[in-house]
């Protein structure tokens, strides 16, 4: 448009065109040199387009233009300082960050505004972080398999169970893992809170498995005592089987048992047990006070106190025959007494070298002790 022409009509009308946009001044210049313009207006165009250029620079400002989704936002001085506010908001959160997802990245187009049209930097971030999805990643500390909590860093894990597993017990069951976890959600804790809360669980878990144990050393007990009790009653049936034959015979005499109970046979004859020494009878354990009654009929040689064997009745049957009864409570009979297999002629007792109340029985041929378990079915 401001090329100008050697054509002298043609100049004339281009100054016409200037004339109809005002610049007036230029008109007598031109007129008196139409034969030389080649140069000057060209100057004159530079320094209309300077001219421009200044007011232009002094009324507008360049700014961006921020466009997210199709949705203009405002304007912004500088992408690269809107791109870094980006890039801190990303980098400043508390933990761990996956990803951050921002659905639509900001678009910028470059426009001229007035210099007084204020940019919105602030609320562009904001809308743009609003609009922002982000993953975080914690570590979540497994107990058996179980998550517990999280932290947010894999070394505040690892350090969490070293901690936990420095002095575990063995044989608690308390199995220590780290799992990643990603949410939209913050979950993690601090490293203490998360520690405070697992011991917890692992003293617990201490107490249950010591509980635990100390109920399984009672059930042992049990078991112990019942498998004795269960010994002594099968003892106690073996006894009482032998009690309800109760009879037998010696050189044709016959014998009847000495108790009408069911006693217990706590020591046979020839044991030496903790003795030391032979055991000359049997010994038939029951209750304190029950009746003795001679194995056969005779007559009573001995009632009274013989040293370790307590109070002590003697029955002779005749044929060199006698019979013993140790360690009684009392004596029914004395020295000269005719008794039958029906005379009680004692009570079970403790007297004597005895650790609870049996009788001692004995039978003598000849004045040596004989096994009465050979006699006596
Ligand atoms: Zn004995």
């Known amino acids: 448009m401001f090329a100008i022409s050697k054509n002298k009509e043609y100049n004339?009308?281009?100054?016409?065109?200037?004339?109809?946009?005002?610049?007036?001044?230029?008109?007598?210049?031109?007129?008196?040199?139409?034969?030389?313009?080649?140069?000057?207006?060209?100057?004159?165009?530079?320094?209309?387009?300077?001219f421009l250029g200044t007011v232009t620079f002094i009324k507008y400002k360049p700014v961006y233009t921020v466009?997210?989704?199709g949705e203009a936002l405002g304007y912004v001085n500088s992408k690269e300082e809107l791109n870094k506010n980006l890039n801190d908001y990303i980098n400043h959160r508390e933990?761990?960050?996956?990803?951050?997802?921002?659905?639509?990245?900001?678009?910028?187009?470059?426009?001229?505004?007035?210099?007084?049209?204020?940019?919105?930097e602030k609320r562009i971030l904001e809308k743009i972080e609003d609009s922002s999805v982000i993953t975080y990643k914690t570590y979540a500390i497994t107990v058996n398999g179980e998550k517990v909590n999280e932290v947010n860093t894999?070394?505040?894990?690892?350090?969490?169970?070293?901690?936990?597993?420095?002095?575990?017990?063995?044989?608690?069951?308390?199995?220590?893992?780290?799992?990643?976890?990603?949410?939209?959600?913050?979950n993690g804790i601090s490293?203490?809170?998360?520690?405070?809360?697992?011991?917890?669980?692992?003293?617990?878990?201490?107490?249950?498995?010591?509980?635990?144990?100390?109920?399984?050393?009672?059930?042992?007990?049990?078991?112990?005592r019942a498998a004795r009790l269960e010994q002594s009653r099968r003892a106690a049936i073996a006894a009482a089987q032998v009690g309800s034959y109760g009879s037998g015979n010696i050189g044709g005499m016959n014998l009847s048992?000495?108790?009408?109970?069911?006693?217990?046979?706590?020591?046979?004859?020839?044991?030496?047990g903790s003795r030391r020494y032979m055991h000359t009878g049997l010994d038939l354990a029951t209750q304190m006070g029950t009746a003795i009654y001679p194995i056969a009929s005779g007559t009573v040689i001995f009632a009274g106190w013989d040293g370790s064997y307590g109070n002590k009745?003697?029955?002779?049957?005749?044929?060199?025959?006698?019979?013993?009864?140790?360690?009684?409570?009392?004596?029914?009979?004395?020295v000269g007494t005719e008794v039958t297999t029906d005379t009680c002629i004692a009570a079970v007792g403790s007297t004597g070298n005895s650790t609870g109340p049996h009788l001692h029985l004995?039978?003598?041929?000849?004045?040596?002790?004989?096994?009465?378990?050979?006699?006596?079915?």
């Open 67 to 69: 466009t997210v989704s």
């Open 257 to 272: 048992y000495p108790l009408r109970t069911s006693p217990l046979i706590t020591s046979r004859f020839g044991e030496y």
């Open 313 to 334: 009745v003697v029955v002779d049957h005749g044929n060199g025959v006698q019979s013993w009864y140790a360690h009684c409570n009392s004596i029914n009979v004395g």
């Open 95 to 120: 933990g761990t960050i996956a990803s951050i997802e921002i659905a639509n990245m900001p678009e910028y187009k470059l426009e001229l505004v007035g210099r007084k049209q204020a940019t919105q």
């Open 191 to 224: 490293q203490d809170s998360a520690f405070e809360v697992l011991n917890g669980m692992k003293l617990a878990k201490t107490q249950e498995y010591e509980a635990e144990q100390a109920r399984l050393e009672q059930e042992r007990i049990a078991r112990e």
């Open 362 to 377: 004995e039978i003598r041929i000849n004045g040596s002790a004989v096994n009465p378990q050979n006699y006596l079915y």
């Open 12 to 50: 004339n009308a281009y100054v016409t065109i200037l004339r109809r946009k005002g610049v007036n001044f230029i008109l007598e210049g031109l007129r008196k040199h139409t034969k030389d313009i080649d140069f000057k207006p060209l100057g004159i165009t530079l320094l209309s387009i300077l």
């Open 154 to 186: 894999q070394i505040e894990a690892e350090s969490i169970v070293s901690n936990l597993q420095s002095d575990l017990k063995e044989g608690v069951e308390f199995n220590l893992g780290i799992a990643e976890v990603l949410s939209t959600e913050q």
